[in-house]
């Protein structure tokens, strides 16, 4: 029904910056809100954070004021802007995005295949 493309990952030095994006395509009514999540080698998954169909956006405190959370409506696609990246940040980042699949409320939610990103100190 629904397939979620994440692009963008990659090395970067610290203090660099990437965009991530988590792209839908398939039979979709409507989006409904996407988290975006990392795991570091050895670590647990992570949120990082979240956007809604209305734009309210939050995010990890690790992250605030650093990372920022945005989307695209026309083109089913939801973005994590990484500012002033550190080498913790270095984990495989995910989303979870939700779409509608009908006027109906009908809810479909999945991950994207994950991306690498590398912060080098």
């Known amino acids: 029904q629904v397939q979620l493309v994440e692009s963008g990952g990659g090395l970067v030095q610290a203090g660099g910056s990437l965009r991530l994006s988590c792209a839908a395509s398939?039979?979709?009514?409507?989006?409904?809100?996407t988290d975006w999540y990392r795991q570091a080698p050895g670590n647990r998954r992570e949120w990082v954070a979240r956007?809604?169909?209305?734009?309210?956006?939050d995010y990890a405190d690790p992250v605030k004021g650093r990372f920022a959370a945005s989307k695209d409506n026309a083109k089913n696609t939801q973005y994590l802007q990484m500012n002033s990246l550190k080498p913790e940040d270095t984990a495989v980042y995910s989303c979870n995005a939700a779409y509608f699949l009908d006027e109906y409320g009908t809810t479909w939610n999945g991950w994207g295949q994950g991306t690498q990103v590398t912060v080098s100190s």
């Open positions: 398939g039979s979709i009514f409507g989006f409904r809100d």
């Open positions: 956007i809604t169909d209305g734009g309210s956006v």
